[in-house]
């Protein structure tokens, strides 16, 4: 494995500077945030992009996310012009030598939190999700926390009443349209295909979702069998519903070698049901086993790309909720620290060449 770390480009409070100062740091996960969601990404953008990271003395490892339009996975009239300008965006960055793209398939709302300030015992603050708090929340009325409004008021109320008639089928066979057409051409351009979880992995709002569990991940597998046509294992979306074994949907991916990209967040489950505070990385935080995930990576000599995930925001550090720099740093190097033990107990490099 190889470690990385989510940036969000010159905005970011965090800078390339900072990231290249964490131990064992290798490479960049960020994206193109300013091209309207549908529009084809130029390659001098792409360059600029790269060439900005490689300055600093870092690679460009992954893209997250070339995002899905939503017209896509709802299967309207005008997706194969859609579908063509994603495949020419991954061409493109195929071209520009980037291996790896993570995205996603759920309908309207990327991950959901209901708070996103919560103070913990330690005077850190992290992101929660309180099941009862987010059952009471209605989009059409008020915006969640983290998500700008993309949408005015009243293309929110249209988008979840056309989602009302679409199923869980439905939604497949949108997928499944979407992922043979442009499987076909991440092969042809070099570029591993991750589909991020669904996050949390059940349905929220009455939306429907998908990517939720080791069956969804066979499913998914099966639509278009090719290294091509992967998964990012978020390891604290899939554990944030306690019905799942999130180190055995790992174990099944890695088995067919379709992990390609991973992002290690600790979550502790808290009260009866779904709900969950997003905890410092270390197992004895949360309710994963941090060991057990970078065991089973191991086990597999997996080399692909790695990355913290949310951090709490600590030692008075302000920014962006879940990517500010201490906490995910701190995540990083243990996560580091794991593998080189794993890999030295069982006689195996742990610096990847
Ligand atoms: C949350 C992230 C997700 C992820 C997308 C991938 O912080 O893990 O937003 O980037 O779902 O498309």
């Known amino acids: 494995m190889y470690m990385t770390f989510r940036w969000y480009g010159e905005d970011d409070p965090v800078t390339l500077e900072n990231i290249r100062q964490i131990p064992t740091m290798k490479g960049i996960v960020s994206a193109i945030y300013d091209i309207e969601v549908g529009q084809v990404w130029p390659r001098e953008r792409i360059r600029k992009l790269k060439d900005t990271i490689e300055d600093a003395g870092l690679e460009l490892s992954v893209i997250e996310s070339v995002p899905v339009p939503e017209d896509i996975k709802l299967g309207h009239d ?50 929660i999700f309180d099941e009862e708090e987010v059952k009471k929340m209605d989009p059409r009325t008020l915006s969640l926390p983290g998500w700008d409004e993309s949408y005015t008021a009243e293309e929110m109320n249209d988008i979840m009443d056309e989602y009302e008639n679409v199923s869980d089928e439905d939604l497949w066979d949108n997928l499944t349209y979407f992922i043979e057409r442009i499987i076909p051409v991440a092969e042809e351009a070099g570029v591993k295909m991750a ?17 939720t569990d080791k069956e969804a991940v066979e499913r998914f597998l099966d639509i278009y069998d090719s290294p091509n046509n992967g998964v990012t294992l978020c390891i604290g979306s ?40 997003e905890s ?74």
């Not at 949907?249 to 009866?272: M, P, S």
């Not at 004895?284 to 990576?297: H, N, P, R, T």
């Open 238 to 277: 899939y554990a944030s519903d306690p019905k799942n074994d999130a180190v055995e949907i790992l174990r099944y991916a890695l088995e067919r070698d379709r992990v390609n990209f991973v992002h290690a967040r600790n979550i502790k489950l808290t009260g009866e049901g779904r709900s969950f505070e």
């Open 195 to 211: 589909i991020h979880p669904d996050d949390p992995p059940y349905p929220i709002f009455g939306l429907p979702r998908i990517i």
């Open 280 to 353: 410092a990385h270390p197992s004895e935080y949360g309710s994963i086993d941090m060991y057990e995930v970078i065991k089973a990576l191991s086990d597999y000599d997996w080399e692909g790309p790695i990355r913290p995930d949310h951090g709490r925001m600590i030692w008075g550090e302000t920014g962006r909720a879940g990517y500010g720099l201490y906490d995910r740093a701190l995540g990083a190097t243990y996560l580091s620290g794991l593998w080189e033990s794993v890999r030295k107990a069982n006689g195996k490099d742990y610096i990847e060449k």
């Open 78 to 127: 005008n997706r194969d012009e859609l579908i063509e300008n994603y495949a020419q965006t991954i061409r493109n960055l195929g071209a520009e030598g980037v291996k790896t793209v993570c995205y996603n398939f759920m309908p309207v709302f990327d991950w959901t939190r209901s708070e996103l300030e919560y103070e913990l015992e330690d005077g850190s603050t992290a992101l």
